[in-house]
């Protein structure tokens, strides 16, 4: 009997860090902010704890010193404007984008003879 699965390979960031890494990689004269990551990257989820969820993936972005921004206080809430890739950042995207995802996993059972 074989099975097939696909089993994901995880990452130095988290998905939304990743995708955020992504974006800015492909943007780079774009003056990207946090509610426009938030538009981009969750279209469906208008809400604080999506607002959040990005916010929080730039921040663990801007520790690791692969980005860098501005940050402001706008309606009560920090987040970020121009935000860029640093040259640490720039390498991390690279990576990421050529870095294996997933690996496919076959396993093969063999009958077990009993004793008799």
Known sequence: MKDDFEVNVPGKFSST?????EYLYAH??????TADLMKVLKPDQHTVEA???IQCGIETLVA???VNGKRV???GKIQYTELR?????????????RRTKSI?????????EGKG
Do not use: H
Not at 17 to 21: C, D, K, N, S, T
Not at 90 to 96: M, P, S
């Open 17 to 21: 860090e990743e995708a955020i890494l």
């Open 28 to 33: 780079p004269g774009d003056n990207v902010v």
């Open 51 to 53: 607002f959040d969820e």
């Open 64 to 66: 690791a010193r692969v």
């Open 73 to 75: 206080s706008e309606a």
């Open 85 to 97: 890739l640093t040259t640490k950042g720039q390498a991390e995207a690279i990576k990421q984008q």
């Open 104 to 112: 496919k996993v076959r396993i093969r059972t063999m009958g077990v």
